[in-house]
């Protein structure tokens, strides 16, 4: 418990988050700063990521930084181990955030997004960055958490980790039946194989005090097309889809000592859709 005695505080924990410059990453750094810990937003987009650092450095007065990395890439993630290191003189925190997420329109002869098109490179890519990346990442800073006295790790999965994507709200009126778009085959495999990879590292490095956890998102508003947010928010008991800070409360939560006593759990925060 901290010296605070809110179980909640965050102060001066180094948190890492991958797709830090995303529409999710930014938010998952926001509560971080919000708790008083250090975020540090990592992106291929190094811009981007440092932008909004610098933003959330202003706003929160905490010493946010943004970093350029590939996170399939182990070298890349070995050198900003190393950096931050020199920089905080601690690790505390990581969420495996980045992935993929392929809007693959309809085109004029086939649809990619359907199974029977997948492309292989598209499949490689996806697992490569959604899983191989959420593996190298807990391998480099999830191995320095080990050995230097434990941290999280939070993973973030999706309410498709639970169950299959209803297929039917993502069909488009007057499209022909094989061109229909679907939610890609990849996206429900790494948010699965990303739970396993929870209870796997939670076991793990139980006795190192690295505790590890997801959380399930449900889908977040961000302007999709009115028909689409119709029919998906009638599959939802609460009747719409999540605002974009509204998985900051789990973060808190599976990220400071509140849940000092869970590991291997799967937070499911998806207005109980999974449930119906
Ligand atoms: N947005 C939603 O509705 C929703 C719902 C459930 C779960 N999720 C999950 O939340 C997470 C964030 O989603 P989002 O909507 O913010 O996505 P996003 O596309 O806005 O952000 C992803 C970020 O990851 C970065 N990235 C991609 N490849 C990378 C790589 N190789 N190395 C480093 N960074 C890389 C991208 O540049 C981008 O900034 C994803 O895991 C997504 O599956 C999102």
New binding site residues.
């Given amino acids: 418990m901290r010296e605070s005695g809110n179980p909640f505080d965050l102060t001066g924990r180094v948190a890492v988050i991958?797709?830090?410059?995303?529409?999710?990453?930014e938010q998952h750094a926001r509560a971080i700063a919000a708790a008083g810990g250090i975020p540090v937003l990592?992106?291929?987009?190094q811009q981007?990521?440092s932008e909004k650092a610098e933003e959330l450095s202003r706003e929160y007065g905490v010493a946010a930084i943004g970093c350029a990395?590939?996170?399939?890439q182990q070298e890349q993630l070995e050198a900003l181990r190393d950096e931050i290191v020199a920089r905080f003189g601690r690790l505390d925190i990581l969420i495996n955030?980045?992935?993929?997420?392929p809007k693959m329109e309809a085109r004029s002869d086939v649809n990619f997004s359907r199974l029977e098109n997948f492309p292989l490179t598209q499949w490689e890519a996806d697992i490569?960055?959604?899983l191989t990346?959420a593996f190298l990442c807990s391998k480099v800073f999830g191995s320095y958490m080990a050995s230097h006295g434990g941290g999280v790790i939070v993973n973030?999965?999706?309410?498709?980790a639970l169950i299959a994507p209803d297929q039917r709200i993502y069909r488009q009126a007057g499209v022909p039946e094989q061109m229909q778009p679907v939610k890609p085959v990849t996206?429900s495999v790494v948010?699965t194989a990303l739970v396993g990879l929870t209870r796997y590292l939670a076991t793990y490095w139980a006795d190192d005090k690295v505790r590890v956890n997801a959380i399930?998102?449900?889908?977040?508003f961000?302007g999709q097309p009115e028909d689409f947010v119709a029919r998906l928010t009638n599959l939802i008991p609460l009747g719409r889809?999540?605002t974009t800070n509204e998985y900051q409360g789990a973060i808190v939560f599976l990220c400071s000592d509140a849940s000092s006593y869970m590991t291997g759990t799967n937070l499911v925060v998806d207005g109980g859709r999974s449930c119906w």
């Fill in positions: 991958t797709g830090g410059a995303g529409l999710l990453g990592v992106d291929i987009h981007r990521a990395a590939d996170i399939t955030n980045a992935a993929n997420n490569s960055v959604g990346g973030i999965a999706s309410d498709l996206y948010k399930s998102p449900g889908g977040v961000n889809m999540a």
